[in-house]
T-cell receptor, first 117, second 112 residues
Framework: DTGVSQDPRHKITKRGQNVTFRCDPI?????LYWYRQTLGQGPEFLTY????????KSRLLSDRFSAERPKGSFSTLEIQRTEQGDSAMYLC???????????????FGEGSWLTVV | AQSVTQLDSQVPVFEEAPVELRCNYS??????LFWYVQYPNQGLQLLLK??????LVKGINGFEAEFNKSQTSFHLRKPSVHISDTAEYFC??????????FGDGTTLTVKP
């Protein structure tokens, strides 16, 4: 089963350090999404890519956050100068979108837990 | 803008009893509606989705949901729950971009 994989699954870092998460989507999927989820909340949209193009960024994504998908396959989410408020689970998801249709199933990875101490 | 309200944060229920998890949404455009389940320390798994057509949607694990456009609701139901259904359930709405807006979740606890 080649679902969406995320690495690392858990990361503990000191405040002020930089962290990077990687997401490998399902191989033929052209859309890739990043979400953030904190305890007791639903996932919040951060950004998404269509192939290598970043099409939308949430206002939640401060200047310390950057996401890339250089070859339209895997993606990285980097957080610079981490703060305690960045502690959350970062979820990656992917889907295959064709033409103007949407509503296609989005497949989620198991998430990357970040704890900033 | 889109928003989702899950009306119950926690729903305790006994095994083999029916359950309904309520979800209301708001959107200025046509939407697609989804229910996801999340087990502890895992990602989200799609239970079912409504895109168009029949307003009664059947999903995995015996769940179903009914889209009600006039009431802007998409409630999830199961006629008889199992202990293994204990999990967090999320209702979500998306538009053309595929970007989803999630509710805050409902914790379903099935008791023996």
């Amino acid at each position: 089963d080649t679902g969406v994989s995320q690495d690392p699954r858990h990361k503990i870092t000191k405040r002020g350090q930089n962290v990077t998460f990687r997401c490998d989507p399902i191989s033929e999927h052209n859309r890739l999404y990043w979400y953030r989820q904190t305890l007791g909340q639903g996932p919040e949209f951060l950004t998404y890519f269509q192939n290598e193009a970043q099409l939308e960024k949430s206002r939640l994504l401060s200047d310390r956050f950057s996401a890339e998908r250089p070859k339209g396959s895997f993606s990285t989410l980097e957080i610079q100068r981490t703060e305690q408020g960045d502690s959350a689970m970062y979820l990656c998801a992917s889907s295959l979108e064709t033409g103007a249709s949407s509503g296609n199933t989005i497949y989620f990875g198991e998430g990357s837990w970040l704890t900033v101490v | 803008a889109q928003s989702v309200t899950q009306l119950d944060s926690q729903v305790p229920v006994f095994e083999e009893a029916p359950v309904e998890l309520r979800c209301n949404y708001s959107s200025s455009v046509s939407v697609y509606l989804f229910w996801y389940v999340q087990y502890p320390n895992q990602g989200l798994q799609l239970l079912l989705k409504y895109l168009s057509g029949s307003t009664l949607v059947k999903g995995i694990n015996g769940f179903e949901a009914e889209f009600n456009k006039s009431q802007t609701s998409f409630h999830l139901r199961k006629p008889s729950v199992h202990i293994s259904d204990t999990a967090e359930y999320f209702c979500a709405v998306s538009g053309i971009s595929g970007k989803s807006t999630f509710g805050d979740g409902t914790t379903l606890t099935v008791k023996p």
